[in-house]
């Protein structure tokens, strides 16, 4: 008995794993700051957090995520057999037939789901999908595109949420303009840090295609539009808010570019992809002081 309870609580944590339940946590705990903070009315915030309809987007976002990043790694099992070995899960823990099966409910779930909420909310979750899809299978050995493309769906996460409230839209869109830059550069970023696998298998990422040097100077002109954009659209809401983003988006940005120029080892660049995570939340949670 004993034996299968431990049995089965390795499998909860090797599914959890595969379907990155912390990424999730952050997508619902940046749904609901946006929900609350950002289209508002802040003062109703109990009323928000009770509200049925928009759990039920949130719940099938993060679906369609979770649908995403098991077709991923349904895809990448020999990639990731070099470049995170003791985070493969289908092949071991799960079977690749239970894995397939859990992608399409979740998909059928999220899009239902969606449903339910309204048909523009489940018409985004459908194409969520085929593009998660899409990009498991074919972009993301491709350089560049399918970095652009998990930072766009990224943003639309936000973005959706003006589909079901539309108030303070410039807002929502300046920090789902955060959250692609962000997305966009962690990426590029995780395919310095999963070079040698992926070029085992002949994908075509930024880093094999140009280097790490020159994928670097690419990172450095993204950093920097990143920069100019966020401040440019503080100044054109409060100035205040340039405190802010200075506090909680600027200094951690100044020191990942710092890390950058002298990072050339995977351990290194799996350093700063965390630390982009971290940029990532402070943005979040700086929704509170707005």
């Given amino acids: 008995m004993n034996g299968r309870w431990r049995y089965r609580r390795v499998l909860m944590k090797s599914f959890l794993r595969l379907i990155r339940a912390g990424n999730l946590l952050i997508i619902v705990l940046t749904q609901y700051l946006v929900r609350i903070f950002l289209v508002g009315p802040k003062e109703d915030w109990l009323r928000h957090l009770s509200d049925f309809r928009f759990f039920l987007l949130s719940l099938s976002t993060v679906l369609i995520a979770a649908a995403g990043y098991i077709i991923n790694d349904y895809y990448d099992i020999k990639i990731d057999t070099i470049n995170k070995p003791r985070r493969v899960v289908i092949g071991r823990m799960l079977r690749r037939r239970h894995a397939m099966f859990t992608h399409t409910a979740f998909n059928a779930l999220g899009i239902g789901l969606g449903l339910l909420v309204g048909l ?27 970095n652009f493309t998990v930072a766009l769906l990224t943003a639309a996460s936000l973005l959706v949420i003006i589909l079901y409230a ?121 929704m509170v002081l707005l």
């Fill in 120 to 146: 523009k909310v489940a018409a985004v979750n459908l194409l969520a999908a085929f593009v998660l899809w899409l990009y498991s299978n074919q972009l993301k050995r491709l350089p560049f595109i399918g």
């Fill in 166 to 286: 539309p108030r303070n839209q410039f807002l929502v869109v300046t920090f789902a303009l955060f959250a692609f830059f962000i997305s966009l550069i962690r990426e590029i970023i995780k395919d310095m840090e999963d070079l040698r696998g992926d070029a085992t298998f002949g994908c075509q990422t930024l880093p094999i295609v140009w280097g790490i040097r020159r994928t670097k100077s690419l990172l450095y002109i993204l950093i920097g539009s990143f920069l100019v954009i966020l401040f440019s659209l503080s100044f054109y809401l409060r100035e205040w808010i340039v405190f802010y983003f200075s506090l909680f988006v600027f200094l951690p940005t100044a020191w990942l570019t710092w890390r950058l120029a002298r990072a050339d080892t995977r351990r290194e660049f799996g350093y700063l992809s965390t630390w982009c995570k971290i940029i990532m939340l402070s943005g979040v949670l700086s």
